[in-house]
């Protein structure tokens, strides 16, 4: 008999494993408290009121706090700390960084005291975060809670920082910002209320990253004190010779003056010159800065900044008065606008006039008329209301001053010559940058014969130079002479203002600084010119004849206070 085939058992299906996700411990947060609390407490001053964060305790009591800097600027000498079991005690400064606004306390002394972990790793975004502190000048320690918005590396004031949406008040600054495991990460700083635009916004705080404060606590323990440059107003005196170049920073704070460092010194022409490095992208916040100058105390001072939200510059004049009065304004054309943008601004003042640069070019004639002949020149942060952020800082680098030098005064007169060249006098010196100012005669009316005179500069050579010119035609052009018989065509326009009747005077001025130019006539600007090609620097002169055919042989052509002020530095 066949065998038969057996019938197979059926299969068992698997029974399916557990593999639900574990759900995470939660945050004893009463727990989290009572760890974090007795390590922060209050800072004040009689000015001021914040909070502060103890770092280390020695086997005496003794201990260091960390503390912003702000809080305790304006009465260093006076501070008072108020611990978590109700006890004051006096402070002492150790050493401050008024750039990273961080400042460390020494306090003596206290059982109670206990220090917190500074952590050594950046909090993750998105993380849970609590801050400590003592808004709105508490007599108890309060606990917020939040995440980690974001961590990023401020360049500018070579610091990180913890954004975070745990709400902080006046009082939080110097408090602590801590992970669920009480490290601190952070240091509570300042928050943005608004944005650039002026709307208000929530849960825009910042702390300063732990990373930052354990790289700086030993120079502060060490006595350090880099206080921000600008705090106060320095002593003016009338020292000789250039100032400069310095840096710093201009700590942005809450008490509506306009944040300044002067170069103590009394000028009224001068050049002075700066790199700012903006202090936030505008989604943040308005900012400005620039120049105060000729200020002479007592509220008598003009202002030049240029501001971010506007995009313009503005010249003010204080003489006297409750308020600056608005003087001049403009387009701030080329003016970089990004968290890491830096901007060149620098001005020449001479007599009643001024000339402002942003970036190598000229963007504003300044009507200086008014208010004191000299005082003391300072950069600026925080002119306009608004534009400051607590916490911040608005850097400047290569702040220097200087006074024109002159190098001509001179008159005379140029013949008219059938040779085919310019006829040129030419002042003494290389300038780069310069004012040349003369006053020409006409030779004959513009009806009875073509005339032109004007100036040549930038001159490394016979034949090598840029010139700038006007002619009987109501116009002005402007070329580039490269050498041989090689001239590079320029621009040219209309000079409305020209007089051109017979005998008449007319006066030209040039202002050249960097690669921009201003051409003047009678007083009033008629072009701005290009000069990023050609020579950097060279010989600075007048003449006539710039047009071939251009002059009637045997006439002449008088000029008068031919004058040159060289703008550039002297060497030391």
């Not at 909070?51 to 800097?69: H, L, M, Q, R």
């Not at 402002?356 to 002949?373: E, M, P, Q, V, Y």
Request: hydrophobic share 35%.
């Amino acid at each position: 008999m066949p065998t038969p085939t057996p019938t197979p058992a059926p299969t068992a299906d698997p029974t399916p494993e557990n593999t639900a996700t574990p759900t995470p411990e939660p945050i004893d947060l009463v727990a989290l408290a009572a760890l974090v609390r007795p390590s922060v407490v209050k800072v004040s001053t009689d000015t001021a009121v914040g909070s502060g964060v103890i770092v280390e305790v020695d086997d005496s009591g003794k201990a260091v706090v960390v503390t912003n800097f702000h809080v305790i600027e304006d009465d260093p000498g006076n501070v008072r700390v108020l611990s978590e079991d109700g006890g004051s005690y006096d402070a002492t400064l150790l050493g401050s960084d008024g750039s990273k606004d961080l400042a460390a306390l020494s306090v003596c002394c206290s059982e109670s005291f206990q220090a917190v972990e500074l952590s050594e790793t950046r909090p993750a975004q998105g993380a849970d975060v609590f801050t400590m502190g003592y808004p709105l000048d508490s007599d108890s320690a309060v606990m917020t809670r939040g995440i980690v918005s974001s961590v990023n590396f401020e360049a500018s004031l070579d610091r990180w920082e913890v954004q975070t949406d745990a709400s902080l008040n006046v009082g939080n600054s110097g408090g602590a910002l801590f992970t669920a495991d009480g490290d601190v990460v952070g240091i509570t700083a300042f928050v943005i209320p608004e944005s650039g635009t002026g709307v208000p916004v929530e849960g825009v705080g910042f702390a300063i990253g732990s990373e930052t404060v354990l790289a700086v606590l030993p120079t502060l323990k060490a006595g350090v004190r880099v206080d921000d440059p600008g705090a106060g107003r320095d002593t003016v005196t009338d020292t000789p010779g250039p100032f400069g170049p310095v840096e710093g920073y201009l700590r942005h704070d809450e008490d509506e003056f306009i944040e300044e460092h002067g170069a103590g010194l009394l000028r009224g022409d001068f050049v002075v010159a700066a790199e700012f490095h903006n202090p936030y992208p505008a989604v943040i916040s308005g900012w400005d800065y620039g120049f105060l100058f000729r200020d002479a105390g007592q509220n008598n001072y003009h202002a030049v900044i240029v501001e971010n939200i506007s995009g313009m510059w503005f010249h003010y004049l204080r003489d006297g008065a409750d308020e600056a009065r608005l003087v001049g304004s403009g387009q701030a054309s080329g003016l970089w606008l990004g968290s890491e943008g830096v901007n060149d601004l620098r001005l020449a003042a001479l007599g009643d006039q001024g000339w402002l640069f942003l970036n190598g070019r000229a963007i504003g004639t300044l009507d200086l008329s008014g208010g004191a002949a000299e005082g003391n020149i300072s950069v600026i942060t925080g002119f306009h209301d608004g534009n400051e952020v607590t916490g911040r800082s608005t850097r400047f680098r290569e702040f220097s001053v200087h006074e024109p030098q002159s190098i001509g005064n001179r008159s005379g007169v140029l013949d008219h010559t059938e040779d085919g060249f310019i006829e040129r006098s030419l002042a003494a010196g290389s300038p780069s940058d310069f004012i040349a100012v003369a006053t020409f005669t006409n030779p004959n009316a513009g009806s009875a014969g073509w005339w032109d005179y004007g100036f040549t500069f930038r001159g490394s050579g016979p034949d090598s130079y840029h010139g700038v010119y006007v002619g009987s035609n109501r116009e002005w052009n402007h070329f580039l002479r490269g050498g041989g018989s090689g001239t590079a065509s320029g621009r040219s326009g209309r000079v409305l203002n020209l007089n051109t009747r017979e005998d008449a005077q007319n006066t030209l001025m040039l202002v050249v600084v960097g690669e921009a130019g201003l051409l003047y006539v009678n007083g009033e600007q008629v072009s701005a010119l290009d000069l990023r090609e050609g020579a950097a620097h060279g010989s600075v002169g007048i003449g006539s004849g710039f047009f071939e055919g251009g002059r009637l042989p045997g006439q002449q052509t008088y000029y008068s206070d031919f004058r040159v002020w060289s703008l550039d530095r002297a060497e030391p």
